[in-house]
């Protein structure tokens, strides 16, 4: 099913070169040397999401960079169908709501989360709190916070710990595109962790995952909306598509910058722009 067709993007595509290469994307033009950096990056990253299960160097400077550019812009709109459909109707209005993002990386699902809750009027602030493992992420999540504060007023990031112990006092637990990086393994351990988190949540706490069908995805979202578990972690399924019901939803994308189609994503070499994102998703309630 597509959701949104041709969403512009080469706006919001400029706007992240800039601050992501500290150079506007015409510099393309004149530096062979930041042309082929980028080339080449972009490449090392397309070949890591070949795999089933995506095995990325996100370690990498220059990787995550280049995540900015050919991924980065792609990954809001999913959290904002999710959020703003799903489970926004479902809070009620209030001045502060807590948002908690697993794995994280740079963060587009902050920024998706907030555009939702602004045009559904839920809150006028959101205090974030992020987790991810590559610290190499924190002055994208810097940026992320820079443009979500546009929309609203949005705490300092607070980065967590995952197995800290105690109670976890969010509203919203998310997790973007983080199964499509576990292998199937790892699922029955997965589960086990999520079951421990669940129970550390309050009541009406919500669990948003949103992945692509790759790794683990299929196998751990089947688990997460059977009738046993939600039923034995004190969960209700408030929304789901997940791969077993269908099609994934898809949101259509225009064209990135011209000076990205001419030097970056020229169609050759496996470097084909991105025009779409296909995505899944399973939005839970601790009752
Ligand atoms: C594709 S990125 C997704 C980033 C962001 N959520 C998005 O949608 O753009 C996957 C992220 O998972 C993180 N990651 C890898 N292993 C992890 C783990 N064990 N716990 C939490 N995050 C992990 C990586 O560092 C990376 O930032």
Known sequence: MILEENVLIADFVKEIFRATYGVEDDELYRSDELRETIRGAVKS??????????????????????????????????????????????????????????????CPELLGTVAALKKMERCIQVDVQTYDPQPGW????????????????????????????????????????????????????????????????????????????????????????????LRANGLEKIAAHIPDYGEPFMIRYGDTTQALRDNIFTDDDGLIQKKCTKFYFVALKKI
């Open 45 to 106: 990253l397309r070949t890591s999401y070949q795999n089933n299960v995506y095995v990325t160097d996100y370690g990498a400077e220059e990787n995550r960079k280049a995540y900015m550019i050919a991924y980065y812009p792609y990954y809001i709109e999913p959290a904002r169908y999710v959020v703003e459909n799903f489970v926004a109707p479902q809070i009620s209005p209030r001045e502060i709501i807590k948002a908690n993002f697993f794995a994280s990386g740079p």
């Open 138 to 229: 924190f002055p994208y999540q810097q940026m992320t916070f820079k443009l979500a504060e546009k929309l609203l007023k949005v705490s300092a990031p607070a980065v967590i710990l995952a197995h800290a112990e105690g109670r976890i006092e969010t509203d919203i637990f998310f997790m973007q595109n983080y199964l499509s990086h576990m292998p199937c393994q790892n699922a029955d351990k997965f589960i086990e962790d999520f079951s421990a988190v669940a129970a550390r949540t309050n009541s009406k706490t919500f669990f948003v995952f949103v992945d692509l069908n790759y790794g683990s995805t299929a196998m751990v979202f089947r688990r997460l909306v059977d009738e046993n578990f």
